[in-house]
């Protein structure tokens, strides 16, 4: 080992020992040059300047093995890279920044077997941390007998509320973990706080799970325990591991509350005390230092299941572990902000003296310009800042759906994000490019106009309507045609048409043809017609077959003989990466409301192969963008809602 160097600061920092591989198996010593890093010792040293670290390897490295050689300076040619098959495009994981990384597996390769250094079912003991009771290994025996050795996972959403993009992550890891194991997943609603739940939350979350493709193996609720939950803590106070406390909520609030007078108190369930006026609490403290967490409240009422038959109602702190012992799962998977809990998690179980799951932590997936907060989002509702949950501005699971992102991107985008026990925070740009992906292979192109411009062929070169026939998707036509009419009238965007041309600009214009897209014909300005204030209201032309004349600089969409349409475009909700950040956002998240987040195209016009088109149907516009039927259309005019643009929007990167 080197002695230490000096850093400028005047500390000193002991670096690892660098050491060199022994020779190979042919008598050749290998050369680390390029091989040792900093990294090690950085992730050793937290503290210390990243430079002066660097400085100290280079020193040791040069120590070593001497001065660069030439061969050391020759610059080696780079290995082409394989080009990944179709099949192989499972992209991954990230974290950092925000940014996705290079290539990596599938989610479910992600969760398969060891790749998580998870227990096996029945060695929950093998976990650091678990705690072992004389009971363990018997109650893991009764275990096995009823799984029979299957792997059990569970969803446990609170039915208060819309999923949303983080939820995803959770459903893809929870149903994943058990599919990608030969296991079973659980749907369980945590329905223990009536006073905020209603039966359309029980239906939307069901329907948001089984839309992102999973069944759940038996659904559940919290409720459906409650009789064994109420014996349980009974038992609790029996073996002087609970009481029945008589401190106001604020009093007990902290790390750090006075103690409670109270051990022992009678029975909360026959009404005797008003809500609030005294709660259950267990003798216990957790890791983040909170004491005594509460196990029951009252609350007067009426449940959605049980009716009046409670007035209690137990917490999660109490309710989450025992139904999870109940249902005997193998892997308790919950986001790390519940590692606080884990105390809590074992000791109850073991207090009680019943099956003791295993909980796992990872990483919470957010999204930057969104607010994803229950509350929030009701608040944006209240204001009309939105329509409602499903408003396609938001990142809930069924406004998601709403604006057309397939069930697959978002599955996409949570592998991509990676099973991490960091949190990821990550830009919206990156599931918008897993919905590109998706897309591209699954909707069929049509053609649609925006601002339409009228153009009459003057020398249209039949007496009738033609046929046009168009590929689904042009990059494979096996996939087939649909038909559109080709009429003297047609309409082309209102940007496509200039009557000045500047450098670089390639479409129709004055002296300069365009083609029509799948018409084969190339159209050329014949007359401009304008209203009174001068704004161009109609083109005439005249046409050519393409294969006569040069190939024109451009081809651009068109549609004849339409179908009137609105057209939603959407932006980001927010202005800001953080609206709910003071430091961003001094006025918070309702003071940052993008004014321009929603634009509606009312005359816009689509060719009529979109005719039989249902509710979140998907299409490509060419040229346009990737556009999904909203469920209000009816009464002949469809609605559509744009999904994402054809390429990323440079300015949002």
Known sequence: MLPPQATPEGASIKLLQLEVPPPDGLGHAPHPRGALSAGEARSRLRWADGKTIK???????????????EADLEKKPKAAKARPAPAEKQKAAVVENGEVGTETRSLLEQLRGEALKFHKPGENYKTEGYVVTPNTMALLKQHLAVTGGQVRTRFPPEPNGILHIGHAKAINFNFGYAKANG?????????????????????????????????????????????????????????????????????????????????????MRKGKFGEGEATLRMKLVMEDGKMDPVAYRIKFTPHHRTGDKWCIYPTYDYTHCLCDSIEHITHSLCTKEFQ?????????????????????????????????????????????????????????????RRRGFPPEAINNFCARVGVTVAQ??????????????????????????????????TNFPAPKALEVLVPNFPADESRGFHKVPFKPTVYIEETDFREEVDKGYKRLA?????????????????????????????????????????????????????????VRLYERLFLHKNPEDPSE????????????????????????????????????????????????SEGGKMVFNRTVTLKEDPGKA
């Open 183 to 267: 296991g079973v997943c659980f749907l369980r609603y945590d329905d223990t706080n009536p006073e905020k739940e209603e039966e359309k939350y029980f239906t939307a979350i069901r329907e948001m799970v089984e839309w992102l493709g999973y069944q759940p193996y038996a659904v559940t609720h919290a409720s459906d325990y409650f009789d064994q939950l109420y014996t349980w803590a009974l038992e609790l106070i029996r073996r002087g591991q609970a009481y029945v406390c008589h401190q106001k909520i604020e009093e007990i609030k902290g790390h750090n509350p006075p103690p409670s007078p109270w051990r022992d108190r009678p029975d």
């Open 424 to 457: 990821a925070t990550m830009e919206p740009h990156l599931l918008e490019a897993c919905a590109r992906e998706v897309l591209n292979e699954q909707a069929p192109r049509a053609m649609a106009v925006l601002e339409p411009l009228k153009v009459t062929i």
């Open 340 to 400: 606080a809990r884990r105390s809590s998690y074992f000791w109850l179980c073991n207090a009680l003296d019943v099956y003791c799951p295993v909980q796992w932590e990872y990483g919470r997936l957010n999204l930057l310009y969104t607010v994803v907060s229950k509350r929030k989002i009701i608040r944006l509702v209240e204001t009309g800042a939105v329509r409602d949950w499903d408003d396609p501005r938001l990142f809930t699971l069924t406004a998601l």
């Open 55 to 69: 400085n100290e390897v280079d020193l040791q490295v040069l120590h070593l093995l001497g001065p660069k050689t």
């Open 585 to 632: 956002v001094p006025g918070g998240f309702l003071s940052d409301l993008n004014p321009d987040s929603l634009r509606v195209v009312h005359n816009a016009m689509v060719d009529s192969s979109v005719l039989s088109a249902r509710p979140f149907d998907k299409f490509q516009f060419e040229r346009l963008g990737y556009f999904s039927v909203d469920p209000d």
């Open 510 to 566: 004055p002296g300069q043809p365009v083609g029509l897209r799948h018409a084969g014909y190339v159209i050329a300005v014949q007359n401009v017609i304008k209203d009174a204030s001068g704004r161009v209201i109609e083109l005439e032309v005249t046409c050519t077959k393409s294969d006569v004349l040069e190939k024109p600089k451009a081809f651009i969409h068109w549609v004849s003989e339409p179908l009137a349409c609105e």
